[in-house]
Structures are given as C-alpha cells and as structure tokens.
C-alpha cells in the first residue's frame, strides 16, 4: 500500500480525483442540505492539501517557499469556510482575496525583495491582478461549473508549465490540484448540485498565485508561457447566452484547453537545452 501511494501518478491524479470525490458526497450527507451544499467544495481543498502532503511532506516551521504553500491554502480554505458558513457578501469575498494575494506574495518573497529585478517587479502587480480577476470571474460565475473548469485548466497549464521548467514536484503538486478540482466538478455534471463556493475560490486561486510566484521567481520555467495562460480568465464570456448549460460547458472547456495547449506549447519550444535536471 506505502509503495502505491509513493507513484506519482497516484498522488498527483488517481488520489486527488477520488478522494475530492468522495469527500464532496460524504459532506453533504453529514453536513445536511443547506450548510452542506454551501460546503461541498471544500472537499477539494482538503483532497488536495492530504495529496499535497504525500509529495511533500509539511514542515514547521517552513522555510523554503515550497513549504509555505500548504499553510497558505489552509489558511485561505479556514477563511472560505467561514465566510461559506455565514454565507458572506461576495465584497467580503474579494477583500480577503485581496490580502491572502498581498499576504502571499510577501510572505513569498519578503526575504529577497532587494533582489527583485525591474522585470520581476512588473510581474508582481500582474500577478495580483490575475488572482482579483480570477476571484470576480468566479464570483459572477458562481453557480455554474465556469469558475471550476477555468481553475481546473489554470492548474493544469501551471502544472505542464512547470514541468517543463524543471520543477517535477511542483507539477505534480499543480496536477493534483487540478485532479482535485475535477472530482468536484464530476459532481456537477450533467446536472449542477454545489455552488464553487468561496472557500474552493480562495483556497484553489491562492494555491495557483503561490504556486505561479514560486515558478517564476525560484525556478526556471518561462514566465511569457505564464503569462499567455492568462486569457483563460475571460473564456467563460463565450456563449453566455447559449440556452443548454451543458454545451456551455463543453464550449467554455474546449476554449480553456485551446488556450492551455498554446501555453504549454510555448512553454516546450522556448526551454532552454540546459533545463534538465528537476527540483526547487
């Protein structure tokens, strides 16, 4: 059993999927239907931080940024779930976000700011732009299965990204988080039963802002490959007035993939021959 948890292709897909799977239907038996609709997609969140530990187990204090992610994201799933609970205006929503981006990036970078060339310093309000359009895209998109599929292809972008930038564990950890998000969605198709509440928004958009941070200021992924990934946060405009949510579905997919696969194309024809050897 130790050595089927230690493939990676468990941990970062298998595991993910069916224990956010899982976890989604067992919330809304014990939670009842009101609080336990409104926290169903905090089953993601935990299947990913359980996953997250079998990659890389937690350490604490941390120190590195890789160690800081997991703390970040169950900070963010503590402050979902709070606001899920006493079900909170979206304005509540997009403050928090706001301070767990700036708290991110800080506590990211804060020991290396004097470092921090002009290229990255234009990077970093990008990077909090992203993560407050991520939030209002999910918000406005909240009761649809838009919001996830667009988080689900982001993570799966930032994972191939990743990658390829020779960084294995932080794609696994991407991939997981994708996995995840998928077997939440699985709930939700065909037919839509659980809002993608604030506490899979805020927990899922702080694991990409951190996880995007550590790829472009600690490893040697491309940044431009990134950035290119950012047009997935305006494919949810497509066929908003199509009458079937499930081709909508199918359309908004199709255009995140499209997206995705330019990304990651870049990605590969722009690595340079040295990247070869994985780790962070």
Known sequence: MTSLLDNPLIQSAV??????????????????????????????VLSFLACQALIQMPVFPPRSSAQKLPYLVAGAALLGILIDSLDLKPRVQQIVMAVLALTSIGWLLGGRFDRIDVAGWMLLPMLFAAAMLAQQRCIARRDTLDGGILLLLASAGVGAIT??????????????????????LLWNWPKWRFPFAA?????????????????????????????????LLLVDRLGRKMASPTLRAVCVTGAAAGVCVIAVATAWLMVEPSSGSYGY
């Open 15 to 44: 595991l993910p999927l069916l224990l956010s799977l899982g976890l989604t239907g067992l919330l809304r038996l014990v939670l009842g239907a009101s609080l336990g609709i409104r926290l169903a997609s905090a089953s993601l």
């Open 163 to 184: 990658l390829i930038g020779a960084s294995a564990s932080m794609g696994q950890i991407a991939f997981a988080l994708m996995a995840a998000i998928g077997g939440f």
């Open 199 to 231: 506490t899979a928004q805020l927990s899922v958009i702080t694991a990409l802002l951190t996880l995007s941070t550590q790829m472009l200021f600690f490893t040697k992924a491309n940044g431009w490959a990134l950035l290119l990934l950012l047009p």
